[in-house]
Each structure stands twice: as C-alpha cells, then as structure tokens.
C-alpha cells in the first residue's frame, strides 16, 4: 500500500526545489560578466601593446645601427687617405647616427682597410676599433662574403655592435635577460683611386 507523502517530505522537496531554482538563477545572471572578461582580457592586451611597443622600438634601433656602420663606411670611402684622428672620429658619428638611443659602454666599433688583389685575395692594411686600438694584425688574410665578389680594389669594412635593453616593464632585471646585441657590418668600395691610405696607422 502506498504511503500519503508527510509534511516532513514535501518540505524535502520544496528545499531542493528552492536550491534548483537558486541554482538555475546563479547560473542564469549575468550580472558581472563583463567586469571578468575584462579582468581576463585586459592583462593580454597589455601584454601585447607591450610587446609591439617592445618590438617597434627594436626594429627601429636595427635600423639606426645598421645606417651608423653604413655611414662610417660611407665617409671613409669618400677619401684617398685617412688617418688615426679620423678613424677615432667615427665613434662620435656612430653616436650621432644612433641617437637618440645610447651605444652604451659596451659597444664595439672595428673599422678596417682591406686590400683586395687582383686574385681576389684580401688582406688587412689597417683597423682601428672604439678604444683607439688595433683589432686586426696588419698583413692578416680576410675572408670577404662571395656575394662582394670584388677584385684589385680597396674596401672600408665596419663592424659595430651595441647593446640593446628590452622589457621596459622590468628595468632592474638581470642585464643577462633584458639586454641583446645589435650588430652590423658593411663592405663599402673606395670611390677614387686605388687606395685608402692611413698615413699613421
């Protein structure tokens, strides 16, 4: 025989009934939905504005690398001789160039006279780098790029390197993290005569 439902029970019922329906409102609202996606979204975007910025900024200090080894080679070339004072000079065109982002202290400027005979073999006939030193023994063979394909003529190579800080979000982390190299070289041919001579090297 079936038992009559007590009051106890559809008191049970109602409860869960009630819980369902708090439940299903819960789940229905949508009440500060907006403010959590933005909580979501807003650090993702920022990190890529960050990072575009990031990446923008180094393209552009590239660039500006790139044209400062260009431009050293460029001046040089324009000349038949040259001497110790000038080729120091070039550090102050570098900055110039790259301004206005610093080369730093570690920066690395090597410029080089190479001859070029009419086999195609090349030698050192001068360098000079940042510190006013000698990077390369004069005499010392040179391997140039087979695109160069240059013979019997003089060429100006510049080398330059300048540190490069990334993460501005995070300005006191390790050097080690933070920082890359930017690096050019350029080949450039002399524009008169056979020779750039450096009267003091």
């Known amino acids: 025989m079936r038992r009559a439902p007590s009051f106890l029970d559809i008191g049970k019922v109602r409860q869960g009934r009630g819980m369902l329906l708090r439940l299903r409102r819960f789940v229905e609202d949508r009440r500060g939905v907006g403010a959590i996606e933005f909580a979501i979204v807003a650090p993702l975007l920022l990190m890529a504005y960050v990072g ?65 005979a009419p086999d195609g073999t090349a030698k050192v006939a001068w360098s000079r780098d940042q510190a006013a030193g000698t ?3 004069k005499g010392k063979p040179v391997t140039l790029p087979s695109e160069l394909d240059a013979k019997d003529t003089f060429i100006v ?23 890359i190299t930017l690096g050019r070289t350029s080949y450039f041919r002399q524009r008169t005569g056979k020779l750039i001579e450096c009267t003091d090297c």
């Open 52 to 116: 575009a910025f990031e990446i923008t900024m180094g393209i552009t200090a590239s660039r500006k690398v790139s044209r400062a080894s260009s431009t050293v080679s460029d001046l040089l070339t324009q000349s038949n001789s040259t001497s110790k004072a000038t080729l120091d000079t070039m550090n102050e065109v570098v900055k110039k160039v790259i301004a206005p982002y610093s080369v730093g202290a570690a920066y690395t400027l090597k410029i080089t006279g190479i001859t070029v």
């Open 135 to 137: 990077p390369y023994a």
């Open 157 to 179: 190579r510049t080398e330059l390197t300048v540190p490069y800080s990334i993460l501005l979000l995070a300005p006191n982390l390790d050097s080690r993290l933070n920082q």
